[in-house]
């Protein structure tokens, strides 16, 4: 079953706005939790992480949301731009063991 | 520094045929992993290994499916016979274990295209 699920599937946002993607999980097993972007034609490359310590981190216009009690985490895309259209997955990694479940991914568009 | 290499970018064969696909981790890192990326199913865990020794391989799909890595600087994914089904995206993927200042962070390849006719 899907570990990570992910919503929602595609997303279009005018250029300036904010884009908002939300992820939930189950297993308490988890301890970090990154997401990641991908470009067509390109595999996916980490765009921010944050571990369940913290319930927010930023860099730049990128934010992880993160409630530990609800198992949810979500990325914030602030002041949205053309450049940031691709696919976005989260991920969950188990404490132990080294495996990433991902999220089947959000097709971003923002428009000009 | 190189990146995590993967052969080839694309690769279109008939059903029934062998289909083998090749990656390079980055030096260093002894972890490596195998995805397969759908429009339905997103990034899915094949394999992976640690050291070279496969750790946990319940996401190949089926017998038709195996993984090798006989040093750390090579893996294969060979699919035989091949089914139209099998038509994806397949991603290698490496990393350090996470502790000692490293956060375990993925690398992924380019990928490799498969298409099955």
């Known amino acids: 079953q899907q570990q990570v699920k992910q919503s929602p599937q595609s997303l279009i946002v005018q250029k300036g706005g904010i884009s908002i993607i939300n992820c939930a999980y189950e297993?308490?097993?988890?301890?970090?939790f990154p997401w990641y972007q991908q470009f067509p034609g390109k595999g996916p490359a980490l765009l921010i992480a944050?571990?369940?310590?913290?319930s927010e981190k930023k860099e730049g216009r990128f934010t992880i949301s993160f409630n530990k009690s609800a198992k949810q985490f979500s990325l914030h895309i602030m002041d949205s731009q053309p450049g940031d259209s691709a696919t976005y997955f989260c991920a969950a990694r188990r404490s132990t063991g080294n495996q990433f479940y991902f999220g089947t991914g959000t097709s971003l568009t923002v428009i000009p | 520094d190189a990146g995590v290499i993967q052969s080839p970018r694309h690769e279109v064969t008939e059903m029934g045929q062998e289909v083998t696909l090749r990656c390079k981790p980055i030096?260093?890192?002894?972890?490596l992993f195998w995805y397969r990326q759908t429009m339905m199913r997103g990034l899915e865990l094949l394999i992976y290994?640690?050291?070279?020794?496969?750790?946990?391989d319940s996401g190949m799909p089926e017998d038709r499916f195996s993984a090798k890595m006989p040093n750390a600087s090579f893996s294969t994914l060979k699919i035989q016979p091949s089914e139209p089904r099998d038509s994806a995206v397949y991603f290698c993927?490496?990393?350090?274990?996470?502790?000692?200042?490293?956060?375990?962070?993925?690398?992924f390849g380019e990928g490799s295209r498969l298409t099955v006719l």
């Open positions: 993927a490496s990393s350090t274990p996470a502790g000692g200042g490293f956060t375990g962070e993925l690398f």
């Open positions: 290994f640690n050291n070279n020794v496969p750790i946990d």
């Open positions: 297993n308490t097993a988890f301890d970090y």
């Open positions: 944050i571990r369940p310590d913290v």
């Open positions: 030096s260093g890192h002894n972890s």
